[in-house]
């Protein structure tokens, strides 16, 4: 059964950190690409950052040089880490395939709050 579980989320203050995890379980990291997706209040859900099966990694402009995502194919687990963060940075943050897509998680909540 595939399932995927994101944990990570909090509340944190601008400029902070945080790393998000997310655990596959029903199919190998390595045969699919990952993506991290998130959905702010009121907006679409929005691609934020790729990697690939060989490890290439894109980013959307808004976060490029401030996230990083990797992933550990032992653990199956796809990685994001969020550094220097920014309130607009706030959503709800999911992972998923590239393609196809599966079933959504539950996500997590990312809040950048004084």
């Known amino acids: 059964q595939v399932q995927l579980v994101e944990s990570g989320g909090g509340l944190v203050q601008p400029g902070g950190s945080l790393r998000l995890s997310c655990v596959v379980s029903g199919f190998s990291l390595k045969d699919y690409a990952m993506a991290w997706y998130r959905q702010a209040p009121g907006k679409q859900r929005a691609l934020v950052a790729t990697?690939?099966?060989?490890?290439?990694?894109q980013y959307s402009d808004s976060v490029k040089d401030r996230f990083t995502t990797s992933r550990d194919t032992a653990k199956n687990t796809v990685y994001l880490q969020m550094n220097s963060l920014k309130p607009e940075d706030t959503a709800v943050y999911y992972c998923n395939r590239v393609f196809p897509l599966v079933g959504w998680g539950q996500g997590t909540q990312v809040t950048v709050s004084p």
């Open positions: 990697i690939g099966t060989w490890d290439i990694t």
